[in-house]
């Protein structure tokens, strides 16, 4: 299993990127997805997650009206879709795959991709 995170960069305040997460994961439609963070200094948090279907997002508060959260199935994906990007949105960025069954949870981390947001 192997979740490689990649789009990350240096961008001015105001601007967008587009992250991708490509998975290779048997099965990828069976799991949620989901992108979290972590600034220097600061432990990881939740940022944004997209169910096995594609059919429900969720936000934190912090990024709601601004980024979105998606996936294809097809492509074993998932994206995040950051506009209005501010300093505080900094971060490495990680994509999280979660899947449960019968026999237990499962989660899988990717390697993180570096955003620099510039004021």
């Known amino acids: 299993v192997q979740l490689q995170a990649s789009g990350g960069g240096l961008v001015q305040a105001g601007g967008s990127l587009r992250l991708s997460c490509a998975a290779s994961?048997?099965?990828?439609?069976?799991?949620?997805m989901g992108w979290f963070r972590q600034a220097p200094g600061k432990e990881r948090e939740f940022v944004a997650s997209?169910?096995?279907?594609?059919?429900?997002?969720l936000y934190a508060d912090s990024v709601k009206g601004r980024f979105t959260a998606s996936r294809d199935s097809a492509k074993n994906t998932v994206y995040l879709h950051m506009n209005n990007l501010k300093p505080e949105d900094t971060a490495v960025y990680y994509c999280?795959?979660?899947?449960?069954?019968?026999?237990?949870?499962?989660?899988?981390w990717g390697q993180g991709t570096l955003v620099t947001v510039s004021s």
């Open positions: 999280k795959a979660h899947t449960r069954n019968f026999l237990g949870s499962y989660e899988y």
């Open positions: 994961i048997p099965s990828f439609s069976n799991y949620d």
């Open positions: 997209v169910n096995w279907s594609g059919g429900s997002t």
